[in-house]
């Protein structure tokens, strides 16, 4: 509706979102909703094909976590702006056939306080 053309959209973005949101933002869940909506917290492969394993509290496929390890965390190689694969803990052989850049993390604490 942002972006879309017509009679509904203009009515949409011009009369009810400007009169409908701002009651609705000063509640306390609504305001939570939105933003675990919009920043992604809950995103979750933990039923995909390469989502194996367990390593301290990271389980294959959870959302990246902010762990550190020698003074360096995760998150650098997210920098690159390329698929990647992050491994935490053991990298098995047949990860070398995906052809993608991976990263491993040996270390298993978990320290983004987002994250659960």
């Given at each position: 509706?942002?972006?879309?053309?017509?009679?509904?959209?203009?009515?949409?973005?011009?009369?009810?979102?400007?009169?409908?949101?701002?009651?609705?933002?000063?509640?306390?869940?609504?305001?939570?909703?939105?933003?675990?909506?919009?920043?992604?917290?809950?995103?979750?492969?933990?039923?995909?094909?390469?989502?194996?394993?367990?390593?301290?509290?990271?389980?294959?496929?959870?959302?990246?976590?902010?762990?550190?390890?020698?003074?360096?965390?995760?998150?650098?190689?997210?920098r690159g702006m390329t698929w990647?694969?992050?491994?935490?803990?053991?990298?098995?052989?047949?990860?070398?056939?995906?052809?993608?850049?991976?990263?491993?993390?040996?270390?298993?604490?978990?320290?983004?306080?987002?994250?659960?």
């Amino acid at each position: 509706m942002a972006t879309a053309t017509g009679k509904l959209a203009e009515l949409v973005r011009v009369s009810i979102v400007p009169n409908l949101f701002p009651p609705l933002f000063r509640l306390e869940a609504v305001r939570t909703f939105a933003f675990r909506t919009v920043s992604q917290l809950s995103l979750s492969y933990r039923g995909g094909p390469l989502s194996e394993g367990v390593a301290g509290g990271v389980r294959g496929g959870d959302r990246l976590p902010w762990v550190t390890a020698d003074g360096a965390d995760n998150h650098g190689p997210l920098r690159g702006m390329t698929w990647q694969v992050h491994v935490y803990g053991a990298r098995k052989a047949d990860l070398a056939a995906l052809r993608l850049p991976t990263h491993v993390c040996r270390a298993t604490r978990q320290t983004d306080p987002l994250t659960p």
